[in-house]
């Protein structure tokens, strides 16, 4: 989306249109936002990504600690300041009335938040069910597959623990087989990936679960090379896309997966506890749903929306962190989150004792990056930083990944990172002085 003047204001408004202004970001800061906006308006992506003043301001926008850096945006992210204001002002007034303010009246903006999704992800409305994360948008499909003793379904191990675990209970349950893919990350030649997952398939593969970018380390797979291969051969693709959606500019359909999950408090910045699952329509019949429906082989998207009843507030707010994430515009966004990530690997690439499981290029990466320290271990390292420095990143033991996972958001400033980079310098010249 182009910025100008007029889109802008109209943003805030519709923002501010939700509710009264009190709800939206405070008019001092809408006004830095709307210089800073005015300042990069006629740059493209590329070069706006580099503007710190601009930056600090959208980091204005959120509430994070100053003093404690939080660089583990991969695990969940915090909601702007919009989005946790509309939380609060929703959740006020369901409790006048819930059954009638909540379901009546709250509910009803859920059409438009399913619109608003949709149109992110490029598809029509009727493929998109929301719901609470990427667990229950994945476990719906895991468990509503129609699937027989002998299907085989192939995955790796470094695929997310909840599915590993999905996908083994149906195992368990249904006597499906699973076939297991193990990489050995970072891989830099994308024909690789796509070559391990076409010399695994059999004519008894009828499902891959592929996770779009790997969690631990952040590497981007070839889904849609992968899901290609895989399409040729009648087999289908479940698509993890629970670090994708919110962080690359793409749209669902020309991934043509057939059906994906996501959470939408990780790069979408939503409240904690919302998701969304897409489903292919014309899959939707024969998909079972995980909470049950009237009809269980009706083909509306809406049948996987039968939780009970849960926070309309929350659910409600998704259409501001959409805003929100559209303002800053997809493109620059994800464009951004590239630079940061390789702005603080540049700086220590070259030191002694570190080594990356992350692939460096802009088409195999993102925020997310993985690395160890030789000479402390995972957990260790972290915990470290934590106590000493006051930099949240999380210790990564899994499989063959071991290191601190990094990630950093739209409101890591430089400033912040630099933070990060003394820290590790200072860490691996007191290791190389122990000898
Ligand atoms: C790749 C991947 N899939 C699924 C999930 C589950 O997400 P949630 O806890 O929001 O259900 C995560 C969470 O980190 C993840 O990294």
Redesign the pocket.
């Known amino acids: 989306m182009e910025f100008n003047r007029r889109n802008f204001l109209s943003k805030l408004s519709s923002l501010a249109g939700t509710f009264t202004a009190g709800a939206i970001l405070t008019p001092a800061l809408a006004s830095n936002l709307e210089k800073a906006f005015e300042k990069i308006a006629h740059l493209p992506a590329e070069a706006s990504i580099t503007d710190e003043t601009f930056w600090y301001q959208i980091k204005m926008a959120y509430t994070v600690s100053a003093t404690h850096l939080n660089l583990n945006n991969?695990?969940?992210s915090p909601a702007p300041k919009v989005v946790q204001d509309v939380v609060e002002r929703y959740n006020q007034i369901s409790n006048e009335m819930p059954s009638h303010y909540m379901w009546r009246l709250v509910d009803n903006g859920k059409k438009i938040v399913r619109e608003k999704l949709a149109q992110l992800a490029g598809c029509s409305p009727e493929s998109i069910a929301i719901n609470r994360?990427?667990?229950?948008a994945?476990e719906t499909v895991i468990f509503g597959l129609r699937l027989k003793a002998g299907d085989e379904v192939i995955l790796t191990k470094q695929?997310?623990p909840?599915?590993i675990n999905a996908w083994k209970q149906r195992a368990h349950r249904d006597g499906i087989v699973l076939k297991w893919l193990d990489f050995q990350f970072p891989i830099d030649d994308k024909q690789e990936i796509i070559r391990t997952f076409k010399n695994a398939f059999t004519p008894k593969t009828k499902i891959v679960h592929l996770?779009h970018?790997?969690?631990w380390c952040g590497q981007l797979m070839p889904a849609k090379e992968i899901i290609a291969e895989a399409h040729s051969r009648g087999i289908e693709v479940v698509l993890?896309a629970?670090?994708t959606f919110g962080q690359f500019d793409f749209k669902i359909p020309d991934l043509d997966c057939d059906y994906l999950g996501t959470?939408l408090?990780?790069w979408l910045c939503a409240p904690f506890g919302t998701?969304m699952l897409y489903v292919k329509k014309e899959k939707i019949k024969n998909l079972y749903p995980l909470f049950a429906a009237p009809d269980p082989e009706e083909d509306d998207i809406r049948k996987f929306e039968h939780l009970g009843t849960r926070s309309s507030a929350i659910e409600q707010a998704i259409a501001q962190a959409v805003d929100f994430h559209l303002m800053i515009g997809a493109e620059r966004k994800q464009k951004r989150l590239y630079y940061l990530k390789n702005y603080w690997v540049e700086r220590v690439k070259d030191l002694p004792r570190i080594k990356f499981f992350t692939p460096m290029s802009e088409n195999l990466s993102g925020a997310i990056c993985l690395c160890s320290i030789e000479g402390f271990k995972a957990k260790e390292l972290a915990r470290h930083l934590d106590n000493k420095y006051r930099i949240h990143t999380v210790g990564i033991e899994w499989e063959n990944l071991h290191g601190i996972r990094v990630t950093p958001n739209v409101y890591t400033v430089t400033d912040d990172l630099d933070r990060l980079v003394l820290a590790i310098k200072e860490i691996i010249t007191e290791l190389e002085q122990k000898g």
């Open positions: 991969g695990g969940v994360n990427s667990s229950e994945l695929d997310y909840n599915m996770t970018m790997i969690n993890d629970a670090h959470s408090h990780k998701g």
